[in-house]
């Protein structure tokens, strides 16, 4: 364990970032979730070239009787899938994060799932999928783990892409998948498969 002293701004940052050159792997813990949120700002310009985590906190308090955010719930879920595949380079955590409870990677990956282009898959099978997964179904797709049914169309927002995703059948086969804007509703970009996380 190396210590450094002084650091200050996006000092820090930079210095993490020498380190990581040197290291094959980097866990930096913070004192609070501020500080973790500040130095993963930083590091996303300071170590552009590495697979940065951000493992955060529950931000509820231990004994509130409030489930979590979805989103942070499925930000730690992928994270857990992206540790358990080795590929990152840093991870930034707080201490709270790091005591708060995990589900054990064994029990989310039988609960993940792919789909590609052309797969022969009923559409009620993907929606039975995405609901035991933890997705909630809307009328319109706006936020991280929601999906809407239209017709032979399904809309759903994964937890590890930066935008929802558009399954379009023809019958019981995939016949498009692709990314799109949830307030034009206009295709991004398409894609030939994708694996789902839960949320």
Same mark, same amino acid.
């Given at each position: 364990?190396? #210590?450094?002293?002084? *650091?200050?701004?996006? +000092?820090?940052?930079?210095? &993490?970032?020498?380190? !990581?050159?040197?290291?094959?792997? =980097?866990?930096? &813990?913070?004192?609070?979730?501020?500080?973790?949120?500040?130095?993963?700002?930083?590091?996303?310009?300071?170590? !552009?070239?590495?697979?940065?985590? +951000?493992?955060?906190?529950?931000?509820? *308090?231990?004994?509130?009787?409030?489930?979590?955010?979805?989103?942070?719930? !499925?930000?730690? &879920?992928?994270?857990?899938?992206?540790? %358990?595949?080795?590929?990152?380079?840093?991870?930034?955590?707080?201490?709270?994060? *790091?005591?708060?409870?995990? =589900?054990?990677?064994?029990? $989310?990956?039988?609960?993940?799932?792919?789909?590609?282009?052309?797969? $022969?898959?009923?559409?009620?099978?993907?929606?039975?999928?995405? %609901?035991?997964?933890?997705? #909630?179904?809307?009328? $319109?797709?706006?936020?991280?783990?929601?999906? !809407?049914?239209?017709?032979?169309? &399904?809309?759903?927002?994964? +937890?590890?892409?930066?935008?929802?995703?558009?399954?379009?059948?023809?019958?019981?086969?995939?016949? #498009? =998948?692709?990314?799109?804007?949830?307030?034009?509703?206009?295709?991004?970009?398409? =894609?030939?498969?994708?694996?789902? *996380?839960?949320?």
């Amino acid at each position: 364990m190396k #210590r450094f002293f002084g *650091l200050q701004g996006c +000092s820090k940052a930079w210095k &993490i970032d020498e380190l !990581a050159r040197e290291s094959e792997k =980097l866990l930096i &813990i913070c004192a609070d979730s501020k500080i973790q949120e500040n130095l993963f700002e930083d590091l996303k310009f300071f170590a !552009a070239d590495k697979q940065i985590i +951000s493992f955060k906190g529950w931000e509820s *308090l231990p004994y509130e009787q409030l489930s979590p955010p979805i989103d942070i719930s !499925a930000d730690r &879920i992928s994270s857990i899938f992206k540790l %358990n595949e080795n590929s990152w380079d840093i991870i930034i955590t707080s201490v709270e994060s *790091l005591i708060q409870k995990v =589900l054990p990677y064994k029990l $989310l990956e039988p609960i993940s799932f792919s789909i590609n282009e052309q797969q $022969l898959i009923s559409r009620e099978s993907i929606i039975k999928k995405l %609901n035991i997964g933890g997705y #909630r179904r809307v009328s $319109l797709v706006e936020e991280v783990g929601d999906y !809407a049914v239209r017709g032979s169309v &399904i809309d759903f927002f994964p +937890s590890d892409v930066k935008s929802p995703v558009r399954i379009e059948f023809f019958d019981n086969e995939i016949e #498009r =998948l692709r990314f799109f804007n949830p307030e034009t509703q206009r295709t991004i970009s398409s =894609l030939d498969s994708l694996r789902i *996380l839960p949320v």
